[in-house]
């Protein structure tokens, strides 16, 4: 049926996968609540070929209605639910990595689930089937990597409750994962969106057709219940803003659906139709056992209980949230990358901007956006060759090979590069953009989504020998809490500015009696720079003793001649730009 | 019962309305979507008295499940909904004013609904209730208000679904309205709440009990869909935050609440209990039927059909949003304040800053935020007498009297009240704090709430005489912009500035080397500043000649020796601060 709506869901069909493959596990599992299953069945499709390191593997993690079919197999075979990002020449590329992934515990799609027959009865479990966490869900998945021959896990990736299932990976099994790469998801949900799940429950577990979760083999099942649960999370899926643009201009006029739902409006249309696919081809006890999973997944009521969560991960992080995603904020994944920065973990962050709310994850739109940052996190190609600044020349002066850098502002992350070539034990880049900090991955460099403005990612104390500031300081409102944060997270912190009292501005200044413009790439007029702060050399000196930060170098620059300013010169006078290498008290 | 969750729903009750009275009307009544009812029953309460000229009446509207109960009759009476806004010696006074509360139309508590008896058939409506729109219910309050003796409101008053009453009423019987307080709503909503609207219906119409909506005499009704609805209502009612706020810290210990659905999580029981206490109080016919009417609310698609709804309205408005409110988020009322200024119709507006979601406007803490500016809109006590100041009295003497003026930061409004006492035909403030919205609107002048940086709310062009921008250019980033929409907006405008080419501020720039500090009371260091523009008077003119604006006037003063400076001086050097009156090209 050709979906009248173009949701992401209408990929999803109810057909066997032809693909699939079942692992047997007949040993008892004991489950993390004290339940216990005699044994389990895995379904799970593979990609690509394990090489003889079996060191390409990459573990796929499925959201709660999804699969073990992220990806077709081949041109005949039925497109996945990942299909952007998994594939040949993908992020994700089936050509260099043996791609597994597998229907999760407690599903309706091949692995063991409250549909499966109990051999103590001979009756599917239904309600009998015991309550199942991430965690049970990820030891399952350890099982078939086990058996698939992979010691290690060249990396995780998973969105929402697959982020979940990759933040579980990662702490409760370190050392088979390299790289964990959690889209979309959060270390415990807010209660807004457990209270959604709790509605979508009660919805399915007080529909008469539940009979308390005994009704296979009754010739009926929830499905007004699950329709109207999988309508709620329909909502959750999306932004505010998507509705909108997708269902306003012909509010009034709903899609002709064969429903017993209400038949008004055309988001009243589009989610009884969303809600009769889904019964079609979801098992309610499925979904209520899986959506209690992810409720109850909690790595820590409080920010002491989550960092002991995440100090045994070994893995190296990717972090992606989206703009619009109100069921998994990105206050939540920044609240992830400060606990992974506080641990000296590393991580790069993006936040991308898209209004496709919690669905972006899987829309083909912000694939794109996101697939580059997923690309260059597992093992990037060739990077592109670091671009030469005469700037970037002067900073790489001042600091000695082998020292590791943290660059505010990093650009495309040339500097970085460069100073990767040298020889470095740990570089980071603090970026806005996602080109920039996909750019600045490239080279196999964290990238963190940051507002300066904001302060500095939560680093610990001295976790850098440097802090660049280069052109930073004067277009941010906070410039004492970001020099005292750079100083913190930094030994050393080296600051870039153009002096404003170099002597052509002070002529436009004290003889015009005109605002004073830099010169170069920072030269706009008064009422349009993005600049806010005006300092010149000494200003900066200054700010500096009222610190009590320590001038240990300072190099200044007459840009116009491109020479540096004799010691029988007046800096403030005569330098277009600066460098300060500071330290701390 | 006593509320374990202290939630706003605990004051409601099924009780019986001690002080409810009803009016009969027994014509015919023609429904705007074209069913008839054979006459109507008005559920309503009054407090205080008529004054002689029948010009105290106050009517108060209620949101999709309150009555005709916002406050108590005396001592011994059940609290009312709107018990903080509403009551001798508040906001809305019954010692000043005549309030009249009616339940609306097709609701449970009194006023002709699903449950009442149709008299063709000698049983309850039932699902044979016409739909009602907004309008309907209007018009069914207008019947009540004409029976009361009362030709003209002196103001209209509501939240939610009573915001979009007060609307309709505003835009639908112009003449019968003076004020209207439009709080929390909206021109129509948006396809997200509408979304949730049709899931709670949905719930309710597919429980087994609603026997299609004929479920009285039955014993029986749609208790869980009610409840679900119900409780999917109070997620949407709270802002996340506030849910983290109640429900986090205890997230896996739910109270011991009696009840047939999930057991598990805090916010699980809390959702639990609302959803019973409700079901104990409403009628789901009711909820269906009020909740469509305020889905179907729409004053256009597009903005100049929403344009087109509201031309008709002679009140002056005061609209109010909170932050946190998701439902019918600030932006709403924002476009609703757009388009009243667009049509030139008085507004204030400000939005309260508060976690409390929707609910906001039925919440004690935020009631106390909001209520000055409902007082002062209603006719405010005798206001203070403004202050006087240097500045101020520069640019009275600028303005002739009897003009038309805005001033964007109009701080506490002391500048347009002494506009005011001079004689005005329209004063407008802009302002971003609600304190300072509150004190101008106590002189009796509007002030919306408004962030310059975005630019000026949406005036027509040549609204007002003077728009002033004193000490308010040097904050903003867009300053070609502001200075557009202000020229655009007014005739002229006044603008008022420090001269940071100031003699004192050369020398400190061009001797020293150091960011120039302006004196007296904007004087900050180059890193800490509001400030982020620093032109001089050259710099301004220089923009005007750029910009093709004429400057008709300019008075500039040396304020250290409180002098203006005279025609044989160089103002960019010898004054301290300027006032241009600007002229569009």
Known sequence: MVDPFESTDSVRSAAPLRYMQTAV????????????????????????????????????????????????????????????????????????????????????????????????????????????????????????????????????VGGSLGGHQVLSWATRHPDCVGTAVVIAASARLT???????????????????????????????????????????HITYLSSDAMTRKFDLDRHAPRDIVTD?????????????????????????????????????????????????????KCDWLVISFSSDWLFPPSQSRELVALMTTLGQPVSYCEIDTDGGHDSFLLRKDIEQFAPLVEAKLGARKPRPPREAREDDRILDLIPPGSSVLDLGCG????????????????????????????????????????????????????????????????VPNVEHLLEEALRVGRRAIVGFTNFAHQTLREMFGLEGRAPKAPGPYSYEWYNTPNRRFPSIQDMLDLCEKMGVTVEDARYYDDTQDRIIGDDEDPNLAAETALLVLRKP
């Not at 599917?124 to 021959?149: N, R």
């Not at 009660?202 to 109207?228: C, K, M, S, V, W």
């Not at 020889?423 to 990238?447: F, K």
């Open 412 to 475: 495309e992350g040339d500097l970085l590069a460069r100073l990767q070539a040298r020889g470095a034990p740990l570089l980071c880049g603090v970026e806005v953009s996602t080109a920039l900090i996909a750019a600045t991955m490239q080279h196999g460099i964290d990238a963190i989504d940051y507002d300066l403005n904001v302060g500095l990612p939560e680093f610990t104390d001295d976790r850098f020998d440097y802090v660049v500031l280069s052109s930073t300081l004067q277009a």
């Open 25 to 156: 596990f007949p040993e008892p599992l004991r489950l993390r609540h004290g339940g216990t299953l005699p044994g389990v069945e895995v379904a799970y499709e593979t990609y690509g070929t394990l090489d003889e390191n079996r060191s390409n593997a990459v573990l796929i993690c499925h959201a709660v209605t999804g699969d073990s079919h992220p990806a077709r197999h081949d041109e005949d075979d039925d497109p996945g639910w990942w299909e952007g990002l998994v594939g040949p020449g993908k992020a994700v590329d089936t050509d260099r990595f043996f791609v597994i992934c597998s229907n999760v515990l407690g599903g309706c799609r091949g692995t063991t689930g409250p549909g499966t027959i109990n051999p103590a009865t001979g009756m599917p479990y239904g309600s009998e089937f015991p309550l199942v966490t991430v965690e049970d869900i990820v030891d399952v998945q350890k099982k078939l990597v086990d058996l698939l021959g992979v010691k290690r896990l060249h990396a995780v």
């Open 261 to 313: 739902f209400e038949k008004r409006f055309s988001v009243g249309s589009y989610l009884a139709y969303q809600g009769k696919q889904f019964v079609g081809r979801f098992d309610a006890n499925s979904y209520v056992a899986i959506t209690l999973a992810m409720d109850n997944f909690d790595l820590g009521d409080t920010r002491e209980r989550r960092l002991e969560s995440f100090r045994a991960a």
């Open 191 to 233: 209660a807004q969106a457990i209270a959604f799940d709790v509605v979508g429950r009660n919805a399915i577990q007080t529909d008469p057709q539940f009979h308390g979760g005994q009704y296979y083999g009754t010739g009926e099942h929830p499905r007004t219940g699950l329709a109207l649960a999988r309508m709620l999370g």
